[in-house]
Structure formats: C-alpha cells, structure tokens
C-alpha cells in the first residue's frame, strides 16, 4: 500500500542541497559563477563599448557575483518553502517545471532588481538597464531546470 503523504525530495534546490551535503562543491561552485559573471561583464563593457574596461570591471565585479550568489539562494529558498508547505500533503518530484519556472524567474528578477538599484547605480540609467537586463537572463540559475533524475 502507497503512502500518499510521502514527499519525494529529488531535486528541491540543485545545487543548494548538494552544496549542503557536499561542501567541497563550493570550491567549484563559486570560482565557477565569479568566472560566469567576469566574462558576462567583459563581453558586455566590449559590446556597449566601456571606456575604461579595467577600472569598471573592478566597480562591479564583487556586487555582481554577491547579489547574483544572494538571488539564487532566495530562489532556491522559495523552492524548498513551496515543497515543505504548499505541496507537503503530496508526493513531490520537486524537479517539476512548475516549482522550478518561477524560482528561475524569480532570481533573474532578483539580479535584476539588485543590480540595477545597487551594483549600477551611479551609471546612466539606460546603461544600467542593459547591464542589468543582460546579468539577469545570462546568469539567472538555469541548473535548477535540470531533472535530478539525470544525476543517478
């Protein structure tokens, strides 16, 4: 007989909950996001042509990666709420699309929204809005798209 208050946690927060039960990936994961955000921000000074490439790499690069790494993690929080209370009465694979669409889109409207206010906030407005618009549909964290199922 099936127990149908079971909750299946399969993939509630990739990679929060690896980063939890591995911490060694935090080695990986963070290099790997501040070298994401480096080259997201090197190839957009070179398209909206920055002048001085060095100096506003410097600006920006550490409010970038921090509100980048701070969205993601609200995102994936938002996840992990929507499984252990809206969904909990359930069976749960939390890798479905309708639980992590809106976190996706939810920490890209969080980059957004922090870098525009805060990383960006001294540059001209429309060159805020291009920055920010770019950071927020590059680096929103597509990896809580993929199904857990494919890691085992």
């Given amino acids: 007989m099936k127990n149908k208050n079971r909750v299946k946690l399969y993939n509630v927060l990739f990679p929060f909950w690896m980063l939890l039960l591995f911490p060694q990936v935090w080695l990986v994961i963070l290099p790997g996001n ?13 398209a909206l042509k920055i002048a001085d490439k060095k100096q ?10 921090l509100f980048g790494m701070l969205s993601d993690i609200i ?6 709420l929507m499984v ?12 479905e699309l309708y639980l992590t669409l809106p976190a996706v889109i ?8 922090l870098n525009y ?6 540059d001209e407005k429309l060159l805020r809005l291009k920055f920010s618009l770019i950071f927020a549909v590059v ?7 993929i199904p857990s199922s494919w890691m085992y």
């Fill in 56 to 65: 506003w790499y410097k600006k920006h690069i550490f409010k970038i990666f």
């Fill in 117 to 122: 206010f805060f990383t960006f906030k001294k």
């Fill in 106 to 113: 939810m920490a890209a409207a969080l980059i957004f929204v």
């Fill in 139 to 145: 680096t929103a964290p597509y990896t809580f798209l």
């Fill in 34 to 46: 501040f070298i994401i955000d480096s080259l997201v921000l090197i190839i957009g000074m070179v």
């Fill in 84 to 95: 252990m209370t809206v969904l909990k009465d359930v069976i749960v694979m939390a890798d």
């Fill in 75 to 80: 995102a994936a929080g938002y996840m992990f």
